[in-house]
């Protein structure tokens, strides 16, 4: 290649450190689609797959991965798919539909999609590496460019090459990575581009192909090819070129430019209202406007440059006419809403009630997986409603419903203010006196609080309210609105204000809204009741009157979390999910996943907690909600700070803490951001900062910004922040706090770190009987209570009391605990419980040498998998009924075997049925 000698030695050296991203950026006709085919013939014995985005194809989901990877996924046997998520993979690529989930993905579950897709990149390359080209990613649809920041984010664990190219500006998680290379490609210099000139012209003419082109390689060759009757501009070059057509040729060509590049020479035959395409389709072959392509019957413009030329000389008046024939062939065919919407808009009369329907169904259709292209579908389906005048079929009550839609759509696809302008927009058509005012005025104020538009929020509750004085749900709307600032008192008024009503899914949330607020403050026993009757009311309901009112679910599992009942907070928070999935309701799919990241983390099971946690981050990036993307980082650095990943934790406490700063108060847990980032501060030896930040984001020691029933937590990080100062007055004075609060919480957890902290003081105080006592307190509340990992650092606290004087008992609770600690994945502890033992001269390895624990030693998530397996499910099947991935089953699977001692999922089943014999 002329000129791209550096170019091409980045490709070389990115074909040698696997897996990378390699983003080539350029102005069109730059080189960017020649170093693509470079690369591919560098790419000797790897598995080379390509593909390119389509301009007019831009809202069909994954086109470009379909275009690359279909052919070859249809031609690999079951063994090769064997242990990937195709549940997810089917609802991608057409070679694999018939493996679709029955229950299709939420929008903002569409990680869920990225994680199946990089899983399948690295199983293709597990035998010789894979490179993957995708060009014209500019033209690409939102669904692909998500994807293609997943793999940015996450690249494939495997010898996986992806080169994207695209033209300028590219989205913005292609300006960093660890495994991206950005390769931005400018003009050819003046010595190169006379090399690529030639000598075929005089001097004269090869100075103006130089000066006109700018050195940019395809204006070259596209000057060149004009000859002596050089052109004044690359624009006039093509129009010349189309100028030495026929009639017919011409109008085919102009017929492909509508049908799409690449086109089917029927398709374009049909646009230009042709009756045969293949002669003139050899004319324009001939002339080298269009080629061949490696697919049968389909071919391709010489450039996506004449391609657009095409298009836009062809007059407009056609060129409407050509869409319509087009959608009238597609639809021939039996093409689906998605394929025809392109040309539909294009060429459909406004009022077109027909046309208006498919573009609707073309949005359903594909809001799941890319509701950005979604929303561009009710956008236009809106543009052909305002002729309503021509059709009363599609008036006002059709516009409103496209606008909730589209809504959904924009809010799905992080575009909050779109989303709240098609609500605002939908509330001015809605009657004044209609029920679905209060809906619409409900959704809205919630979109207004995730923007951090609280006081917009509520001044539109509160305007409603008056109108709809007797509405249950602007009262409980007003009740989850004072939780923002945690006006916990307000909250559980006006929730008491909504318990009764003629909606009884209404007064189930208002119930465990209640149970919520009076958990969060602390208020156990009310709480408990409230629990109980928000239990009561939910399981008497039918499914469809619960999923009108998911919130309840979310709600009961935050406040029986706060409760310490972490079964049946994973449990509701499951439910909450699978009713969200079965009616397609994605609102609260973050709220929902992250109720379990505590429960889990209590349980000592960490690895499950890191993947909820994950799960939720990854949607809250997606719905682009600043609110629950604070909340979810947070709780997501925990769970990795837990699990010894103190670099992956810090870098999410510090995109939480950066995104609470920017947005203002946050639902309930405004302290968490500053306070969690403290805590990896601490770990990293940095206490006084720890402190210094805890402090401000707390509210001081008195923790004004923190709910009750997390004082407890609070103090009991203050009491080790102040031992690790050697301040023993401090650490004195929050356990004393500590030692109060919990009688009157009657919390657990409260009572748990209540001892914890005074034995963690005793012991700095040298007194090893007292500490050893009041872990052995701390032991006798948490084990019970189901707090697993509180039960292991108390263990970890006596095995430090008895060092001195009972050294074989402090091995022996250290062991256990490292042991346990090891199995859930919580390796921070475990860390510090073998240092521990090393320092009491005990060899970790030895203790690491174990027997087999057989079905006893399975973590709950473990024994959870254990049955699914006996149950003849497969590890995707596994994967959809416990919300994991694919990978994660596959690691317990893995843990699974080493505890039972057992090499095939046939004895792990064996093993299970004799357990239940």
Same mark, same amino acid.
């Given at each position: 290649?002329?000129?791209?000698?550096?170019?091409?030695?980045?490709?070389?050296?990115?074909?040698?450190?696997?897996?990378?991203?390699?983003?080539?950026?350029?102005?069109?006709?730059?080189?960017?689609?020649?170093?693509?085919?470079?690369?591919?013939?560098?790419?000797?014995?790897?598995?080379?797959?390509?593909?390119?985005?389509?301009?007019?194809?831009?809202?069909?989901?994954?086109?470009?991965?379909?275009?690359?990877?279909?052919?070859?996924?249809?031609?690999?046997?079951?063994?090769?798919?064997?242990?990937?998520?195709?549940?997810?993979?089917?609802?991608?690529?057409?070679?694999?539909?018939?493996?679709?989930?029955?229950?299709?993905?939420?929008?903002?579950?569409?990680?869920?999609?990225?994680?199946?897709?990089?899983?399948?990149?690295?199983?293709?390359?597990?035998?010789?590496?894979?490179?993957?080209?995708?060009?014209?990613?500019?033209?690409?649809?939102?669904?692909?460019?998500?994807?293609?920041?997943?793999?940015?984010?996450?690249?494939?664990?495997?010898?996986?090459?992806?080169?994207?190219?695209?033209?300028?500006?590219?989205?913005?998680?292609?300006?960093?990575?660890?495994?991206?290379?950005?390769?931005?490609?400018?003009?050819?210099?003046?010595?190169?581009?006379?090399?690529?000139?030639?000598?075929?012209?005089?001097?004269?003419?090869?100075?103006?192909?130089?000066?006109?082109?700018? *050195?940019?390689?395809?204006?070259?060759?596209?000057?060149?090819?004009?000859?002596? =009757?050089?052109?004044? /501009?690359? $624009?006039?070059?093509?129009?010349?070129?189309?100028?030495?057509?026929? $009639?017919?040729?011409?109008?085919?060509?102009?017929?492909?430019?509508?049908?799409?590049?690449?086109?089917?020479?029927?398709?374009?035959?049909?646009?230009?209202?042709?009756?045969?395409?293949?002669?003139?389709?050899?004319?324009?072959? $001939?002339?080298?406007?269009?080629?061949?392509?490696?697919?049968?019957?389909?071919?391709?413009?010489?450039?996506?440059?004449?391609?657009?030329?095409?298009?836009?000389?062809?007059?407009?008046?056609?060129?409407?006419?050509?869409?319509?024939?087009?959608?009238?062939?597609?639809?021939?065919?039996?093409?689906?809403?998605?394929?025809?919407?392109?040309?539909?808009?294009?060429?459909?009369?406004?009022?077109?009630?027909?046309?208006?329907?498919?573009?609707?169904?073309?949005?359903?259709?594909?809001?799941?997986?890319?509701?950005?292209?979604?929303?561009?579908?009710?956008?236009?389906?809106?543009?052909?409603? /305002?002729?309503?005048?021509?059709?009363?079929?599609?008036?006002?009550?059709?516009?409103?419903?496209?606008?909730?839609?589209?809504? +959904?759509?924009?809010?799905?696809?992080?575009?909050?203010?779109?989303?709240?302008?098609?609500?605002?927009?939908?509330?001015?058509?809605?009657?004044?006196?209609?029920?679905?005012?209060?809906?619409?005025?409900?959704?809205?104020?919630?979109?207004?609080?995730?923007?951090?538009?609280?006081?917009?929020?509520?001044?539109?509750?509160?305007?409603?309210?008056?109108?709809?004085?007797?509405?249950?749900?602007?009262?409980?709307?007003?009740?989850?609105?004072?939780?923002?600032?945690?006006?916990?008192? =307000?909250?559980?008024?006006?929730?008491?204000?909504?318990?009764?009503?003629?909606?009884?899914?209404?007064?189930?949330?208002?119930? $465990?809204?209640?149970?919520?607020?009076?958990?969060?403050?602390?208020?156990?026993?009310?709480?408990?009741?409230?629990?109980?009757?928000? =239990?009561?009311?939910?399981?008497?309901?039918?499914? !469809?009157?619960?999923?009108?009112?998911?919130?309840?679910?979310?709600?009961?599992?935050?406040?029986?979390?706060?409760?310490?009942?972490?079964?049946?907070?994973?449990?509701?928070?499951?439910?909450?999910?699978?009713?969200?999935?079965?009616?397609? +309701?994605?609102?609260?799919?973050?709220?929902?996943?992250?109720?379990?990241?505590?429960?889990?983390?209590?349980?000592?099971?960490?690895?499950?907690?890191?993947?909820?946690?994950?799960?939720?981050?990854?949607?809250?990036?997606?719905?682009?909600?600043?609110?629950?993307?604070?909340?979810?980082?947070?709780?997501?650095?925990?769970?990795?700070?837990?699990?010894?990943?103190? /670099?992956?934790?810090?870098?999410?406490?510090?995109?939480?803490?950066?995104?609470?700063?920017?947005?203002?108060?946050?639902?309930?847990?405004?302290?968490?951001?500053?306070?969690?980032?403290?805590?990896?501060?601490?770990?990293?030896?940095?206490?006084?900062?720890?402190?210094?930040?805890?402090?401000?984001?707390?509210?001081?020691?008195?923790?004004?910004?923190?709910?009750?029933?997390?004082?407890?937590?609070?103090?009991?990080?203050?009491?080790?922040?102040?031992?690790?100062?050697?301040?023993?007055?401090?650490?004195?004075?929050?356990?004393? !706090?500590?030692?109060?609060?919990?009688?009157?919480?009657?919390?657990?957890?409260? +009572?748990?770190?209540?001892?914890? /902290?005074? *034995?963690?003081?005793?012991?700095?105080?040298?007194?090893?009987?007292?500490?050893?006592?009041?872990?052995?307190?701390?032991?006798?509340?948490?084990?019970?209570?189901?707090?697993?990992?509180?039960?292991?650092?108390?263990?970890?606290?006596?095995?430090?009391?008895?060092?001195?004087?009972?050294?074989?008992?402090?091995?022996?609770?250290?062991?256990?605990?490292?042991?346990?600690?090891?199995?859930?994945?919580?390796?921070?502890?475990?860390?510090?419980?073998?240092?521990?033992?090393?320092?009491?001269?005990? !060899?970790?390895?030895?203790?690491?040498?174990?027997?087999?624990?057989?079905?006893?030693?399975?973590?709950?998530?473990?024994?959870?998998?254990?049955?699914?397996?006996?149950?003849?499910?497969?590890?995707?099947?596994?994967?959809?009924?416990?919300?994991?991935?694919?990978? =994660?089953?596959?690691?317990?699977?893995?843990?699974?075997?080493?505890?039972?001692?057992?090499?095939?999922?046939?004895?792990?089943?064996?093993?299970?049925?004799?357990?239940?014999?």
């Amino acid at each position: 290649m002329v000129g791209r000698a550096r170019e091409l030695a980045r490709l070389k050296d990115a074909l040698g450190r696997l897996p990378a991203v390699v983003a080539l950026t350029g102005e069109p006709g730059i080189g960017k689609s020649r170093l693509l085919g470079a690369l591919r013939d560098e790419a000797a014995g790897a598995l080379v797959l390509s593909g390119r985005a389509a301009e007019f194809e831009r809202e069909l989901p994954y086109g470009p991965l379909v275009d690359a990877l279909d052919a070859h996924l249809a031609s690999l046997d079951d063994t090769k798919l064997r242990g990937l998520d195709t549940e997810q993979l089917g609802g991608i690529f057409p070679a694999l539909a018939d493996r679709a989930g029955a229950t299709p993905t939420l929008a903002v579950e569409r990680y869920r999609s990225h994680r199946a897709v990089i899983e399948l990149l690295a199983r293709l390359a597990a035998t010789k590496p894979l490179v993957l080209t995708l060009d014209d990613m500019h033209h690409a649809d939102p669904a692909s460019l998500e994807l293609l920041l997943a793999l940015v984010r996450r690249p494939p664990a495997g010898r996986v090459l992806v080169a994207v190219a695209m033209r300028p500006p590219a989205p913005d998680g292609l300006r960093d990575g660890d495994a991206l290379i950005r390769i931005d490609l400018g003009p050819l210099d003046p010595d190169e581009a006379l090399e690529l000139i030639g000598t075929a012209l005089p001097a004269a003419q090869r100075d103006a192909v130089l000066r006109e082109s700018g *050195g940019n390689p395809f204006y070259i060759e596209q000057l060149v090819r004009a000859g002596a =009757t050089l052109p004044g /501009s690359v $624009a006039e070059a093509i129009a010349g070129e189309l100028r030495t057509l026929d $009639a017919v040729p011409r109008r085919l060509l102009e017929g492909a430019a509508v049908a799409g590049d690449p086109f089917e020479p029927e398709l374009a035959a049909a646009a230009a209202d042709l009756e045969e395409p293949l002669a003139p389709l050899d004319a324009l072959l $001939a002339s080298g406007l269009v080629r061949a392509t490696d697919v049968p019957r389909q071919f391709a413009f010489r450039h996506p440059l004449v391609h657009r030329a095409v298009y836009e000389g062809a007059p407009g008046g056609w060129r409407l006419a050509a869409h319509g024939r087009v959608a009238q062939a597609l639809a021939g065919r039996g093409a689906p809403p998605p394929v025809l919407a392109h040309h539909v808009e294009f060429s459909a009369p406004p009022g077109d009630a027909q046309a208006i329907a498919l573009l609707r169904a073309a949005g359903d259709m594909i809001r799941p997986r890319t509701p950005a292209s979604a929303a561009r579908w009710y956008e236009a389906a809106l543009r052909l409603a /305002s002729g309503a005048e021509l059709d009363p079929a599609v008036g006002g009550e059709t516009r409103r419903a496209i606008l909730k839609d589209l809504a +959904q759509a924009e809010a799905a696809a992080g575009r909050l203010e779109r989303s709240r302008r098609a609500l605002l927009e939908a509330l001015v058509l809605v009657d004044p006196a209609s029920p679905e005012l209060v809906t619409l005025v409900t959704r809205c104020a919630a979109v207004e609080h995730w923007l951090g538009r609280h006081e917009d929020a509520r001044r539109r509750l509160q305007a409603a309210l008056a109108q709809h004085g007797e509405s249950q749900a602007l009262r409980l709307a007003l009740a989850f609105d004072a939780l923002y600032g945690l006006d916990l008192a =307000t909250s559980a008024e006006r929730a008491r204000s909504a318990l009764d009503g003629p909606d009884r899914g209404a007064s189930a949330s208002a119930e $465990a809204l209640l149970a919520l607020v009076l958990a969060a403050s602390g208020q156990r026993a009310a709480a408990e009741q409230a629990v109980e009757a928000a =239990t009561g009311t939910l399981d008497e309901l039918d499914d !469809r009157t619960v999923a009108a009112h998911l919130e309840a679910f979310w709600y009961l599992a935050w406040a029986e979390s706060f409760l310490d009942r972490f079964d049946a907070s994973i449990e509701h928070g499951r439910r909450g999910l699978e009713l969200s999935r079965a009616t397609g +309701q994605d609102w609260l799919l973050v709220p929902l996943t992250l109720a379990s990241v505590f429960p889990y983390e209590m349980q000592g099971r960490v690895d499950d907690a890191c993947e909820a946690g994950a799960a939720a981050v990854d949607a809250a990036r997606l719905a682009g909600n600043p609110h629950y993307l604070a909340w979810a980082l947070w709780e997501y650095g925990l769970a990795l700070w837990y699990h010894g990943d103190t /670099s992956g934790a810090r870098a999410a406490f510090e995109e939480s803490h950066a995104r609470a700063t920017e947005t203002g108060r946050l639902l309930l847990w405004e302290s968490e951001p500053g306070w969690a980032f403290g805590t990896v501060l601490a770990e990293e030896g940095d206490v006084v900062a720890s402190r210094a930040i805890q402090l401000r984001w707390c509210g001081g020691f008195e923790l004004r910004h923190v709910m009750p029933a997390e004082h407890s937590i609070a103090w009991d990080i203050f009491v080790d922040n102040a031992l690790a100062l050697d301040d023993l007055e401090e650490a004195e004075a929050m356990a004393a !706090r500590l030692d109060a609060h919990a009688p009157e919480i009657r919390r657990p957890l409260a +009572q748990v770190l209540g001892h914890r /902290s005074r *034995g963690a003081v005793r012991l700095a105080r040298e007194d090893a009987d007292g500490a050893a006592a009041s872990a052995r307190a701390a032991i006798a509340v948490a084990e019970p209570a189901g707090l697993v990992l509180e039960a292991l650092r108390a263990r970890m606290l006596l095995a430090a009391a008895l060092a001195d004087t009972d050294r074989a008992t402090a091995v022996r609770e250290l062991r256990a605990a490292e042991q346990a600690l090891d199995a859930g994945g919580a390796h921070l502890l475990r860390d510090r419980a073998r240092r521990e033992l090393r320092r009491l001269g005990h !060899r970790v390895d030895a203790a690491r040498r174990r027997e087999p624990a057989g079905l006893e030693g399975l973590s709950a998530r473990e024994h959870e998998v254990v049955a699914l397996v006996a149950a003849g499910h497969s590890n995707p099947a596994i994967a959809a009924e416990l919300f994991l991935s694919v990978k =994660t089953v596959e690691t317990h699977l893995r843990n699974v075997f080493g505890k039972l001692g057992v090499t095939s999922r046939a004895e792990v089943a064996a093993a299970f049925a004799r357990a239940q014999a």
